[in-house]
T-cell receptor
Framework: QKEVEQDPGPLSVPEGAIVSLNCTYS??????FMWYRQYSRKGPELLMY????GNKEDGRFTAQVDKSSKYISLFIRDSQPSDSATYLC???????????????FGQGTILTVHP | DAGVIQSPRHEVTEMGQEVTLRCKPI?????LFWYRQTMMRGLELLIY????????DSGMPEDRFSAKMPNASFSTLKIQPSEPRDSAVYFC?????????????FGNGTRLTVT
C-alpha cells in the first residue's frame, strides 16, 4: 500500500463547476499538507500549505484536512479553463531535522475544465 | 525573482553515456532538493542538501547516481553510466530552512531520455 493515495483521474468538468480533489494517507507522522499544481512541461507550483486540521481558503481554492480520517481535499470554486492541470497532494512529517522538505507526493489528478 | 533554473531542458543520450543535470536555486535559499518524476512512480525525492551539505541521499537509486553542491548557487546531478530506465523528468527544488521554513519551489525540470 502506498503512503499516499490519489485518484489519477482524469477528471473533466465544465467551466464554473466546483471541483473536489482528494488524497488519503496512512502514516500518522505526516503533519504538513500541501497542494501543488503542475501544468504540462512545467514544474509543480505550490497552491496551498497547511499544518492543521480544518479548512484554509485562498481565493477560489479551499484546502481541507481531516487528520483523524487521514484525508485531505482541495476544492476549486468557479473552475476556469486555466485551472486545467495536474494537481498533486504532498505530505511531510515534522518540519525539523532530516524530515524537512522530504515530501511524499500523491500520483496527481489530471483535471480538464472545458469552456 | 528568476526562480529555480535547470539546464538542459531536454537531454537525449545513449545507454552507457554520462549525463549531468544542472540547477541554480533561488538566491537566499539554503536547501536544495533533487526529485525524479515518472508515470509509474510519480515524484520521488532523490537527495536533499542543506547549506551545501548532503543531508539525506536515501532516495538515490544506485551508485550510478551522484549529486554535488559546490556552492550555494549551483548543484549537479550526475548519472554514470546512464540506462534506459533512468528516463524521467528530473526536478530541482529549493527553499529556505529556518525559523519560518518556506515551502519548496520547483524548477521546470530536465526531461531525460536514455536510448
Amino acid at each position: 500500500q502506498k503512503e499516499v493515495e490519489q485518484d489519477p483521474g482524469p477528471l473533466s468538468v465544465p467551466e464554473g463547476a466546483i471541483v473536489s480533489l482528494n488524497c488519503t494517507y496512512s502514516n500518522s507522522a505526516f503533519q504538513y499538507f500541501m497542494w501543488y499544481r503542475q501544468y504540462s512541461r512545467k514544474g509543480p507550483e505550490l497552491l496551498m500549505y497547511t499544518y492543521s486540521s480544518g479548512n484554509k481558503e485562498d481565493g477560489r481554492f479551499t484546502a481541507q484536512v481531516d487528520k483523524s480520517s487521514k484525508y485531505i481535499s482541495l476544492f476549486i470554486r468557479d473552475s476556469q479553463p486555466s485551472d486545467s492541470a495536474t494537481y498533486l497532494c504532498a505530505l511531510s512529517p515534522n518540519a525539523g531535522g532530516t524530515s524537512y522538505g522530504k515530501l511524499t507526493f500523491g500520483q496527481g489528478t489530471i483535471l480538464t475544465v472545458h469552456p | 525573482d528568476a526562480g529555480v533554473i535547470q539546464s538542459p531542458r531536454h537531454e537525449v543520450t545513449e545507454m552507457g553515456q554520462e549525463v549531468t543535470l544542472r540547477c541554480k536555486p533561488i538566491s537566499g535559499h539554503n536547501s536544495l532538493f533533487w526529485y525524479r518524476q515518472t508515470m509509474m512512480r510519480g515524484l520521488e525525492l532523490l537527495i536533499y542538501f542543506n547549506n551545501n551539505v548532503p543531508i539525506d541521499d536515501s532516495g538515490m537509486p544506485e551508485d550510478r547516481f551522484s549529486a554535488k553542491m559546490p556552492n550555494a548557487s549551483f548543484s549537479t546531478l550526475k548519472i554514470q553510466p546512464s540506462e534506459p530506465r533512468d528516463s524521467a523528468v528530473y526536478f530541482c527544488a529549493s527553499s529556505f530552512k529556518g525559523a519560518n521554513n518556506s515551502p519548496l519551489h520547483f524548477g521546470n525540470g530536465t526531461r531525460l531520455t536514455v536510448t
